[in-house]
């Protein structure tokens, strides 16, 4: 018994340092672009960047991603006239509040950025537009339907929440943020959870992956009913679908475009995955300038 029981002790020890590593673990995403922020709430801070001048456009990266994803599409709206707001969510470089017990809910992250908006102000009474991708896109739609009077526009990059992801590729997400696996073997996972058949994976998309801020965001979702969120308040809604996303397949683009009409705008990416800011960056520019720019 003894011996069974120190065995059992060693394989718990063991479990718990694993548990901790891959918690606290991750190569850092690459720098975000823009003048570094931090806003202090009650028990917790949310980083943000600032890029550009003009209307604000706030920018909601995708699960366990940093805001650095959004890179070259901030520079293009900066470009453009727009003023860029790069969140980082719970977890993610100097935001944090995302314990491991902590139950947190979409609503949670949704007012972190809303915490953000006004305290930042601006033009047209501090309504900003908001663009999520993937998981930033359930937030960037609570945000909407939490607090209308600060949306004035959702453009929606990869957008799911209807439609079942296929347990494959569930599988191969969160084998992702293992960060202790071979780069090979994640690479294979994010090719096939992410990227379309053909698109060359770029480095910062190998690194970049954190643990720590995907599992409360994961168990977020599970914690608030669609129906407090799909249908993303009331303001228009510009929605980037990529032709071979396996995670947010065409089918929720469908269902959303029937349910809500004329205020939603689907636009089809060719040759785009999930992944769809590395893979067909320009052809999201072309359809997002635009769609901005006539609700200045």
Known sequence: MKTGWKI?????????????????SGRQARPAIGEERVLALADHRVQYYLHGRGETVVLLASLGRSASDFNELAGTLAGAGFR?????????GGSTGSGLFKKLTQHDYAADVAAVIRGLGGPDGGRVHVIGHAYGNRIARTLAADSPELVKS?????AGGYVPIPGEIRKAMYLIFFNFLPDRVRERCIREAFFAPGNA????????WYFRASWPQSRATLRTPREQ???GGTAPILLLQGENDRIAPEENARIMKKEFGDRVKVVSIPRAGHAMLPEQGELIEKAIVPFLERRR
Do not use: Q
């Open 229 to 231: 969120w799909w249908s």
């Open 8 to 24: 059992a002790s060693i394989l718990c020890a063991l479990t718990a340092v694993l548990a901790l590593y891959v918690w606290s």
């Open 201 to 208: 994976i770029p480095e910062h998309w190998v690194r970049g």
């Open 84 to 92: 860029t707001v790069a969140v980082e969510l719970r977890g993610i």
């Open 154 to 158: 959702v453009t929606l990059i990869a």
